[in-house]
């Protein structure tokens, strides 16, 4: 079993910065790549950002120049580095983890394991 607890979610003006946090733990072994999604109201769940186990990062368009994922193995813990938010930033913000292939991928099916999420509201 692997549990996926994130934190770091608050409520910040537009142009502000926040950073948000995901600490696996359990059979953590298994876990190859981990990243974020996030889903707002009314909308499907989408990539946000993820990193392999070696720590090559992925973005999406929309927080490409923006958003830094990191990641620190030792701790079981990714980072998610949120600068010039958006009000369209706004939504619940879920860590997600994959145990079975090693490359990331942008589909939300491919990840099994995920976190109880964090909300991010950013207001203009």
């Known amino acids: 079993q692997v549990l996926l607890v994130e934190s770091g979610g608050d409520s910040v003006q537009s142009g502000g910065s926040l950073r948000l946090s995901c600490t696996a733990s359990g059979s953590t072994d298994v876990v190859t790549c981990m990243g974020w999604f996030r889903q707002a109201p009314g909308k499907e769940r989408e990539e946000v950002a993820t990193?392999?186990?070696?720590?090559?990062?992925y973005y999406s368009d929309s927080v490409k120049g923006r958003f830094t994922i990191s990641r620190d193995n030792s701790k079981n813990m990714i980072s998610l580095q949120m600068n010039s938010l958006k009000p369209e930033d706004t939504a619940m913000y879920f860590c997600?983890?994959?145990?079975?292939?090693?490359?990331?991928?942008?589909?939300?099916?491919?990840?099994?394991?995920w976190g109880q999420g964090t909300q991010v509201t950013v207001s203009s």
């Open positions: 997600a983890a994959r145990r079975d292939y090693s490359a990331c991928s942008r589909s939300v099916n491919a990840y099994t394991l």
């Open positions: 990193i392999d186990k070696i720590g090559r990062p």
